[in-house]
């Protein structure tokens, strides 16, 4: 059965390419937080890694807050896509459908 690796959903799809020439990078793990402003907005997630490592990623998309906030709950392992290897903006939320 194939599935799809992490660099198969790095690509461009909108065709305009990247002005800056950055290569888009994910990261993979669980959700293991949901980050909120001091409004109560949300703002993005925490990721926790295979070995143990966290990182924040930013999004004030309620769509990403939703389905973050899913993957959260459910233990989905995920990817999280960024524009960069330096951005933490989230570009796109790959949520890989099992859990561990």
């Known amino acids: 059965m194939f599935e799809p690796s ?10 305009l390419g990247n002005p800056d ?3 888009a990078s994910g990261w993979s793990g669980k959700v293991s937080g949901l980050l909120f402003d001091h409004f ?11 070995a143990g490592s966290q ?11 939703h389905l973050a906030k899913q993957a959260w709950l459910e233990r989905y392992v995920v990817t999280v896509i960024t524009v ?3 951005s933490r ?12």
Do not use: C, M, N, P
């Open 6 to 15: 992490a660099d198969d959903w790095l690509g461009e799809t909108d065709g």
């Open 21 to 23: 020439g950055a290569k």
């Open 40 to 50: 109560g907005d949300f703002e993005g997630l925490t990721l926790e890694s295979y």
């Open 55 to 65: 990182q924040r990623f930013f999004s004030q998309e309620s769509a990403i807050h």
């Open 84 to 86: 960069s290897a330096q």
């Open 89 to 100: 903006r989230v570009r796109r939320l790959l949520i890989r459908g099992y859990s561990s």
